[in-house]
């Protein structure tokens, strides 16, 4: 009995340790990675679809006076795309690893009708699948810039912009998942474990 204890004590101490996400820190971490990713794959996209389009843009530009170039908005879209595809392995991981520390709230289903088990699932499949797409797209992107298209003024092909596109796309919607994993489940959402847990909200208002 007393190796038990002693066995059950740090364990204990742990548990107590945790904060009403169930988690070993205040604040999520996996939410605050999703908008850096998703963040800066726009930003990357939305400059190349600036440089691809800047024989149409050149004389705004220098209407206004501004010192902007084609390949400085190309500079902008590789960098962006390639720090998204650094971001994304950390994202990913965070989401696991919180997924698998977290505490649905029970008896609830999703507007689609799935339980949060389900929801889950299908976000950490997504998540995975979108990964690998931003890091197809970044070695895509990478040899466009250093060996395809080199020496031409637009960087980026047209198949390449569109395909951009429509992964942002595919991303608002892989997001919505993890949207209602927070609004419907109470993934992660102190308030929600708070009540859930018949805590006094009022007693933690300053």
């Known amino acids: 009995m007393n190796g038990f204890a002693v066995i059950q ?55 206004l006076a501004l010192p902007v170039t084609r390949s400085g908005f190309h500079d902008v879209g590789w960098y962006n795309l390639l720090a998204c595809s650094v971001i994304t392995f950390f994202t990913v991981a965070a989401g696991f690893y919180e997924m698998l520390l977290a505490v649905p709230l ?53 198949l390449y912009l569109l395909s951009g596109v429509s992964v942002l796309l595919v991303m608002g919607l892989h997001g919505s998942l993890g949207a209602w994993l927070a609004s419907d489940f109470g993934v992660h959402i102190t308030a929600d474990q708070l009540l859930a847990s018949g805590a006094d909200l009022t007693e933690l208002l300053p």
């Open 106 to 158: 029970p008896g609830i289903r999703s507007v689609l009708g799935q339980t949060a088990i389900d929801t889950m699932l299908w976000h950490a499949i997504g998540g995975v699948v979108l990964l690998f797409v931003i890091v197809a797209m970044t070695i895509w992107r990478g040899a466009q810039r250093f060996l395809w298209r080199k020496d031409y003024g637009r960087q980026v092909s047209w």
């Open 9 to 63: 004590s740090p364990i204990n101490d742990i548990a107590d340790s945790l904060g009403a996400n169930d988690l070993p820190y205040a604040i999520p971490i996996h939410p605050n990675l999703v908008h850096l990713t998703i963040g800066l794959f726009a930003i990357g996209v939305a400059f190349d679809i600036a440089g691809a389009l800047y024989p149409l843009e050149k004389r705004i530009f220098r209407f």
